[in-house]
């Protein structure tokens, strides 16, 4: 078994080198060097000409963005199937993007009102941080509800992650409703996901927070393989089982809150990646967690490099890709759950 986890594990390095080497010369602007003659020539000038600008600035970060995106959204929703022991379980079920979406809208909405007395830095960061806050609060919201006296129960949570995310829709529905045309477009590209607007600040941020999360979050392996067999038998086996809900939780809102902060709704990688790899490894959550980080990053790599090519020189919001992918595999969920039945 461990020489299979091995071979799986090489093989989807592999393919993310390739893929990564592969998403660094196309796009819609062709170098006229290769990569590597181009990277030699900056270290040595230390000035951008047009090539080295659109590698080193805004290609290489995109992609950067895109490895710890996909990473982050399927550890994060491989982890809440296994505390929620439940396959259809993913990031958006506690309304953590719906909450970093209605922020976002509010900024773009009213944002222009108190733009001008910003520091330009603020200015710059401004939709990023109201997503971000939207992410956090909608969380804390969430996990407020579902506590009481220390214990956190699932199906409140859920619940009130269904409740939350009526209530932003709703609300985003009426400021998308009465936006300018121009606020409508920047609402709607924004809700279906984009990273084109990476860059090295925001890779270092995401980079620090997906780093910190998944080292914890990778540790967990075997509290939800326990957790398998209920509450009540893991907490006999010696496992903190209150305090390692809260740690879930609270990490993967941090993870997926900082994702969409960044880069607007990127939808169904959560759900799909640990769905594809039970086919393999069942519910081992040893195996699933480090391999869905891999995986995700892969899958989330190859499905922007597409955006970026299929409508050249536009490129189409990468959340239409994830959705047209994952959509199958969710209705094929649903149809196996219908068989069980």
Same mark, same amino acid.
């Given at each position: 078994?461990?020489?299979?986890?091995? *071979?799986?594990?090489?093989?989807?390095? *592999?393919?993310?080198?390739?893929?990564?080497?592969? +998403?660094?010369?196309?796009?819609a602007y062709d170098?006229?060097?290769?990569?590597y003659e181009i990277?030699?020539?900056?270290?040595?000038?230390?000035? $951008?000409?047009?090539?080295?600008?659109?590698?080193?600035?805004?290609?290489?970060?995109?992609?950067?963005?895109?490895? &710890?995106?996909?990473?982050?959204?399927?550890?994060?929703?491989?982890?809440?199937?296994?505390?929620?022991?439940? #396959?259809?379980?993913? #990031?958006?079920?506690?309304?953590?993007?719906?909450?970093? *979406?209605?922020?976002?809208?509010?900024?773009?909405?009213?944002?222009?009102?108190?733009? !001008?007395?910003? #520091?330009?830095?603020? =200015?710059?960061?401004?939709?990023?941080?109201?997503?971000?806050?939207?992410?956090?609060?909608?969380?804390?919201?969430?996990?407020?509800?579902?506590?009481?006296?220390?214990?956190? !129960?699932?199906?409140?949570? &859920?619940?009130?992650?269904? @409740? %939350?995310?009526?209530?932003?829709?709703?609300?985003?529905?009426?400021?998308?409703?009465?936006?300018?045309?121009?606020?409508?477009?920047?609402?709607?590209? /924004?809700?279906?996901?984009?990273?084109?607007?990476?860059?090295? /600040?925001?890779?270092?941020?995401?980079?620090?927070?997906?780093?910190?999360?998944?080292?914890?979050?990778?540790?967990?392996?075997?509290?939800?393989?326990?957790?398998m067999l209920g509450?009540?038998?893991? +907490? $006999?086996?010696?496992?903190?089982?209150?305090?390692?809900? =809260?740690?879930?939780?609270?990490?993967?809102?941090?993870?997926?809150?900082?994702?969409?902060?960044?880069?607007?709704?990127?939808?169904?990688?959560?759900?799909?990646?640990?769905? %594809?790899?039970?086919?393999?490894?069942?519910?081992?959550?040893?195996?699933?967690?480090?391999?869905?980080?891999? &995986?995700?990053?892969?899958?989330?790599?190859?499905?922007?490099? %597409?955006?970026?090519?299929?409508?050249?020189?536009?490129?189409?919001?990468?959340?239409?890709?994830? @959705?047209?992918?994952?959509?199958?595999?969710?209705?094929?969920?649903?149809?196996?759950?219908? =068989?069980?039945?």
């Amino acid at each position: 078994m461990m020489k299979k986890i091995a *071979v799986y594990k090489i093989s989807f390095f *592999v393919v993310l080198i390739i893929a990564f080497v592969t +998403a660094l010369y196309l796009g819609a602007y062709d170098f006229n060097q290769s990569v590597y003659e181009i990277i030699s020539t900056y270290l040595k000038t230390k000035t $951008h000409t047009a090539d080295s600008f659109v590698l080193i600035e805004l290609r290489i970060p995109r992609i950067l963005m895109a490895i &710890l995106t996909g990473s982050a959204l399927a550890i994060s929703g491989t982890s809440l199937q296994g505390l929620f022991k439940n #396959p259809l379980a993913s #990031p958006d079920l506690i309304g953590i993007t719906s909450g970093a *979406v209605l922020f976002a809208a509010l900024t773009i909405v009213f944002g222009s009102t108190i733009m !001008h007395l910003l #520091p330009p830095f603020f =200015r710059y960061t401004l939709l990023s941080i109201m997503a971000f806050l939207g992410a956090l609060l909608t969380m804390l919201f969430v996990y407020k509800m579902a506590t009481s006296n220390g214990k956190t !129960h699932i199906l409140i949570l &859920l619940l009130s992650g269904v @409740a %939350i995310s009526a209530l932003t829709g709703a609300v985003t529905g009426f400021l998308t409703y009465i936006s300018t045309e121009e606020e409508l477009r920047n609402i709607t590209f /924004w809700s279906l996901g984009s990273l084109a607007g990476a860059n090295w /600040w925001k890779v270092s941020l995401v980079f620090i927070i997906v780093l910190i999360g998944s080292i914890i979050l990778l540790k967990k392996g075997k509290i939800l393989n326990a957790l398998m067999l209920g509450e009540k038998e893991a +907490a $006999h086996l010696g496992f903190d089982i209150e305090k390692n809900k =809260r740690q879930i939780i609270v990490i993967t809102s941090l993870m997926v809150g900082s994702v969409v902060a960044f880069n607007g709704t990127i939808g169904f990688i959560g759900l799909v990646i640990p769905y %594809i790899l039970r086919f393999v490894f069942n519910s081992n959550y040893t195996i699933l967690l480090p391999l869905s980080m891999i &995986l995700g990053a892969v899958v989330l790599l190859i499905a922007d490099t %597409i955006s970026r090519i299929i409508v050249i020189p536009a490129e189409l919001p990468i959340g239409i890709l994830t @959705a047209i992918m994952g959509a199958p595999v969710f209705i094929s969920i649903l149809i196996n759950y219908k =068989r069980k039945l």
